[in-house]
């Protein structure tokens, strides 16, 4: 299957800093990636659609100033979380689509994020 | 509103003690149902994808199958290393993303 690679798979910050997830897809090229949310033992859910070249399209109920997404090139797309609170402690996961419309999505490790 | 619903929320079983999970699904228009396992601390491996009522695929212990309103994963003689969270999915009505249930964590002791 195709490689989603994310990192950092962990990080640890303060309260009020920013943090950034990378998400790289690194044996395709994808003009769509996703990112997800999981809370302990909920489902994952959708936050944003990433398309490269183009602004992000963001799920309802996502704040688009507190989750910036850019997507700058077909292999990689970044997720920066500003000004981090404990709220936005959680396990974010980006995915990507080797084919238009297949539905197939590959996920990478995901990234925990603990804000203190 | 499309909905996935996994049952149930956990699974214990003896190593080759066979069971199976269901995931039951409201959408207007099925464009795929998806299952996936994911580890602790990990994402979601893509398993199998089904699109037709009818369908079913195997692989290694592991069979889906999908009806109109549901889909199965059947495990066949289960092992320690099947221990996992299996997530069900499908694709919301633009078919541009996926919609997850909450998943079904099985537990195979030996």
New interface residues.
Partial sequence: ?AV?S?HPSWVICKSGTSVKIECRSLDFQAT?M?WYRQFP??????MA?SNEGSKATYEQGVEKDKFLINHASLTLSTLTVTSAHPEDSS?Y?C?ARVLA??????????S?LTVL | EDQ?TQSPEALRLQEGESSSLNCSYTVSGL??L?W?RQDP??????LF?LYSAGEEKEKERLKATLTKKESFLHITAPKPEDSATY?C?V?NQA?????????TTLSVSS
Avoid: D, H, W
């Fill in positions: 299957g989603v994310q769509t996703f033992k909920q489902s994952l859910m959708l659609t396990f996961i995915s419309n297949t539905g197939e999505l590959f996920f990478g490790e995901g925990r | 996935v464009r795929g998806f996936y601390g990990k994402g979601p491996e893509f994808t997530l999915a694709a078919g541009t993303a996926l919609i997850f249930g909450k998943g």
